[in-house]
């Protein structure tokens, strides 16, 4: 059973557009979601964090969004660059289970693709 | 600050062998964290090491374990290799303690199964 779904396997963007990846999740419990960037033959980079406390994170040209009624959140990259292009990690934690809150489950990815 | 560090990058084995590999936190962080990554599967968590002890642990057959040493490195030990287990094998660090929970991943240890 996945809990955390990204229903986009690839997206094409041109370059200077806006780029949205979406993330759905199933369990109640998580209240902590992150976004990986993934080039090949390297591993995730961390690109931006929201607590469930929160709607709404920035960090230069990334916003998250959290809408936690429709248990879904998402990514938005603007500007699109072409150097964004990458595979997409949304991953999520439950900070309130303890032990578990270093524990995360990712969705299986959204390729990016910003044509120049 | 350097970051995690994985050895060896590309191992190859048989079926039935074992395999041990190692990987390095960031300095100052003390919870490893292991990941298999394949294509069919994304990225599953394997289990958490802090401190020495192992926190957490996915839903991986006993085959998988783990260790960690006083000064944080890990090593993660496949027993009985299988087919199944060729995959990239991910290690992330993190201080261990409060938010953030974002861990901070290595390149990575491609295993390949024959």
């Known amino acids: 059973d996945q809990q955390v779904k990204q229903n986009s396997p690839s997206l094409s963007v041109q370059e200077g557009r806006i780029s949205i990846l979406n993330c759905d999740y199933t369990?109640?419990?998580?209240?902590?979601f992150l976004w990986y960037k993934k080039y090949p033959a390297e591993g995730p980079t961390f690109l931006i964090s929201?607590?469930?406390?929160?709607d709404k994170n920035e960090d230069g040209r990334f916003t998250v969004f959290l809408n936690k009624s429709a248990k879904h959140l998402s990514l938005h990259i603007v500007p699109s660059q072409p150097g964004d292009s990458a595979v997409y990690f949304c991953?999520?934690?439950?900070?309130?289970?303890?032990?578990?809150?270093?524990?995360?489950?990712f969705g299986k990815g959204t390729k990016l693709s910003v044509i120049p | 600050k350097a970051g995690v560090t994985q050895t060896p990058r590309y191992l190859i084995k048989t079926r039935g062998q074992q395999v041990t590999l190692s990987c390095s936190p960031i300095?100052?962080?003390?919870?490893v964290s292991w990941y298999q990554q394949t294509p069919g599967q994304g990225l599953q968590f394997l289990f958490e090491?802090?401190?020495?002890?192992?926190?957490n642990k996915g839903n991986f057959p006993g085959r998988f374990s783990g260790r960690q040493f006083s000064n944080s490195r890990s090593e993660m030990n496949v027993s009985t290799l299988e087919l199944g287990d060729s995959a990239l094998y991910l290690c992330?660090?993190?201080?261990?303690?409060?938010?953030?929970?974002?861990?901070?991943f290595g390149p990575g240890t491609r295993l390949t199964v024959t």
């Open positions: 090491y802090f401190s020495e002890t192992q926190r």
């Open positions: 991953a999520a934690s439950s900070a309130y289970s303890g032990a578990g809150s270093y524990q995360l489950t």
């Open positions: 929201i607590s469930s406390i929160k």
């Open positions: 992330a660090s993190n201080v261990g303690t409060g938010v953030p929970y974002e861990q901070y």
């Open positions: 369990n109640s419990m998580f209240d902590y």
């Open positions: 300095s100052g962080h003390r919870s």
